[in-house]
């Protein structure tokens, strides 16, 4: 079973940073893409970032420029730097990971609140 672990969300003010984490368990084959998408209240569920196994990158663009998703040197795991935060990225941020048959896993999700 395939389970998805993040931290690192919390509360920060404005212009400030955050770090998510998210490894993977449960399984020997390379997940990609690997990525992140948010929810906010009353709002769909949207992509943040993702990146593939070739380490190409897809950034959302209202986060271009401020965010930085990579991989980590630990199979399964990805991060995502969030910079110069603004409380419109106030949301509940969910790691997300595919395998090679389509598959698609979630993590429990990680609160990020950006106060003003």
């Known amino acids: 079973q395939v389970q998805l672990v993040e931290s690192g969300g919390g509360l920060v003010q404005s212009g400030g940073s955050l770090r998510l984490s998210c490894a993977a368990s449960?399984?020997?084959?390379?997940?990609?893409?690997m990525g992140w998408y948010r929810q906010a209240p009353g709002k769909q569920r949207e992509l943040v970032a993702s990146i593939e196994s070739d380490d190409s990158i897809n950034y959302a663009d209202s986060v271009k420029g401020r965010f930085t998703i990579s991989r980590g040197n630990a199979r399964n795991t990805v991060y995502l730097q969030m910079n110069a935060l603004k409380r419109e990225d106030t949301a509940v941020y969910y790691c997300?990971?595919?395998?090679?048959?389509?598959?698609?896993?979630w993590g429990q999700g990680t609160q990020v609140t950006v106060s003003s």
């Open positions: 449960g399984t020997a084959i390379v997940l990609s893409p």
């Open positions: 997300n990971a595919n395998n090679i048959y389509g598959r698609t896993y």
